[in-house]
C-alpha cells in the first residue's frame, strides 16, 4: 500500500509542477536588478548595463502593452527590483495605478516618455499622445542617454562604463538609421506609404518621410469599419499601392478585409508581412533586439513596396 501511495504523490507532484509557468526571473544579488514592462526597453537596458545589471522584461514576444494587465507576480517584481523602466504615455495603458505607487513605496525608476518635449512628440487628432517613441531612432537615442544617466546615478563607480557602452550603442543605431535611409530610397517616393493594422508608426513616417495609415479601431466590421475599409480601398487603388501589412496585435482578417475590397475594385493588393511593432521577436534570435526587429521590419516594407 506505502507503495501505491508514494506513486499517486509523485504523479500529484508532476501535474502540480507541469501545470507551474516557466518564469526565468531571478534577482542577482552581484548587480543592478531592472524591471522593464516592454522587451524593448529592457533590450536598450542591456545594452547600456551590459554586465553590471541583469534585466527582466514582464511582456515577451507578442504581448500588447495597451491591454497588458500586471499579475500578482509582476507586483513582487517591481517591488523588488533595483530599478524600474517603463515607456509611460499611455502605452501601458492598464498599469497607471501600478506607476502611481511607485513613488509611494520609493521605489527607484524611470518614465522615458515624462522626458521628451511637446515638440518631440506626436498628438493623434483627438490630442491623445503617441507613445510608439521608439519607431524615431534620433528619440530612442534620447532614450540611451536617460537609462545611461539613471545607471550612472546610481552606480558612479562606473560612470565610464555606462558611457562607453551608451556611445557604442550610439555607432550601432547611428548604423541603423544609415541602413533605414539607403534601403528606403530604393522605394519610389510616391510609394512611400505604409498600411498597417494598428497606429504604431508615427514616428518612422515623420522621420524617414512616410505616409502612414493605421487600421487600429477596427476591431469588429461595423459600419464605420466598413466605409473606413471602402476608403482606404479607394486610397490604395488610386496610388497603386503595392502592399499592406499586418501586426500580431490586431486580427488579422481587418488587413485581410481590405486587401479583398482592393481586389473588388480590379486592383491586386499583397500582404507584404508582419512587423514588430510594440514586441520584439524571440529571445535568443535576432529580430529579439530592437535594431534586429526594427531591420526586419525595413526589409518586409521595402520587400513590399519597391518597383520590381
Ligand atoms: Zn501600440
Known sequence: MPKIKIVLL????????????????YY?????????????IADLARNIGQEKVHVYEL???????HSYNATAGDIRKIQQADLVIFNGLHLEGKMEKVFSNLDKIDK???????????????????????????????????AATLV????????????????????????????????????ISKIPEQSRVLITAHDAF?????????????????????????????ELAEFIVKREIKAIYIENSVPVKTVQALQKAVLSRGFNVKIGGELYSDSLGNKNTIEGTYIGAYKANIIAIVGGLKDE
Not at 34 to 40: D, G, P, Q, S, Y
Request: glycine share 8%.
Open 10 to 25: 509523485i504523479i500529484i507532484i508532476g501535474i502540480f509542477l507541469g501545470g507551474c509557468q516557466v518564469d526565468d526571473y
Open 28 to 40: 542577482d544579488k552581484s548587480k543592478i536588478n531592472i524591471v522593464t514592462t516592454t522587451a524593448i
Open 59 to 65: 511582456m515577451g514576444p507578442g504581448i500588447d502593452p
Open 108 to 142: 527607484n525608476y524611470l518614465e522615458i516618455g515624462a522626458h521628451y518635449t511637446m515638440d518631440e512628440l506626436i498628438y493623434l487628432e483627438d490630442q491623445a499622445v503617441d507613445p510608439h517613441i521608439w519607431f524615431s531612432v534620433t528619440l530612442w537615442k534620447k
Open 148 to 183: 545611461c544617466e539613471k545607471l550612472q546615478d546610481m552606480d558612479p563607480e562606473n560612470f565610464d562604463y555606462y558611457l562607453d557602452n551608451k556611445n557604442k550603442y550610439f555607432t550601432q543605431l547611428n548604423e541603423l538609421d544609415l541602413f533605414i535611409r539607403e534601403e
Open 202 to 230: 508615427n514616428y518612422f513616417g515623420r522621420e524617414y518621410g512616410f505616409e502612414v495609415i493605421g487600421l487600429q479601431g477596427l476591431s469588429s466590421l461595423d459600419e464605420a469599419g466598413i466605409k473606413r475599409i471602402s
